[in-house]
């Protein structure tokens, strides 16, 4: 089975710095999906970011990125200029791309301040 | 943009009793899943069904039972609640298309949450 891992319980950040959010994952697929959701105090789960695992390029949303290491199984989510809308609780997620209507396992989650 | 709706938004129950909890995909999203997210946990996978079929389980109790229909909404049936049913539900949904720059295996179904059905047990 998958697992993912989420080593940071907290994290927080000043308004339009640089943070950096760390994910591990352990599987023994060749295809599957990485993503990033995040989940504001309305607790909508809102996804910011894909990663396809055949892809060598990291992926990118406006001020979203992420750093995918495949050999490494780690898939870290870089937020740059952060604004105070960014705090809320970050969740990386894996799924199998082998089958359809697969599951999203998710890590336990970053809960993320942003310091005015 | 279309997203998933889901209903009620809010329910409240008495120990024992049931529960139906509906959800409408995104418009041509062919693939629903389930999921329950209790307090400061991540979210569970519950269950999945493409094409009106389950295509994925997971550890969803006995007492709970869910559905696709035609229209490719969902509903989620929860009988004899307990306590620890209070959770925070949510539906999700997908079109499953081929990711044939990965290759013929791969399926492509990045899933669009809903806004939750928060389940209070009392």
């Known amino acids: 089975a998958q697992t993912v891992t989420q080593s940071q319980p907290e994290m927080s950040v000043q308004e339009a710095e640089t943070v950096t959010l760390s994910c591990t994952y352990d599987?023994?697929?060749?295809?599957?999906?990485l993503f990033w959701y995040k989940q504001p105090p309305s607790r909508q789960m809102i996804l910011v970011i894909r990663?396809?695992?055949?892809?060598?390029q990291n992926a990118t949303e406006n001020r979203f990125s992420v750093n995918f290491q495949k050999a490494a199984k780690s898939f870290s989510l870089k937020i740059s200029d952060s604004q105070l809308g960014d705090a809320a609780m970050y969740f990386c997620?894996?799924?199998?791309?082998?089958?359809?209507?697969?599951?999203?396992?998710f890590g336990e989650g970053t809960q993320l301040t942003v310091n005015p | 943009a279309a997203g998933v709706i889901q209903s009620p938004r809010h329910l409240i129950k008495e120990k024992r009793e049931t529960a139906t909890l509906k959800c409408y995909p995104i418009?041509?999203?062919?693939?629903v899943y389930w999921y329950q997210q209790g307090p400061g946990q991540d979210p569970q996978f519950l269950i999945s069904?493409?094409?009106?079929?389950?295509?994925d389980k997971g550890s969803i109790p006995d007492r709970f039972s869910a559905q696709q229909f035609s229209d490719y909404h969902s509903e989620l049936n929860m009988s004899s609640l307990e306590l620890g049913d209070s959770a925070l539900y949510f539906c999700?949904?997908?079109?499953?298309?081929?990711?044939?720059?990965?290759?013929?295996?791969?399926?492509?179904?990045?899933?669009?949450f809903g806004p939750g059905t928060r389940l209070t047990v009392l």
């Open positions: 999700a949904s997908s079109a499953q298309e081929r990711d044939w720059l990965a290759g013929s295996r791969a399926v492509e179904d990045t899933q669009y």
């Open positions: 990663q396809e695992a055949y892809k060598q």
């Open positions: 418009p041509r999203h062919d693939t």
């Open positions: 997620a894996y799924r199998s791309g082998e089958t359809s209507g697969s599951r999203l396992t």
């Open positions: 069904f493409y094409e009106k079929m389950q295509s």
């Open positions: 599987t023994s697929e060749s295809d599957y999906y």
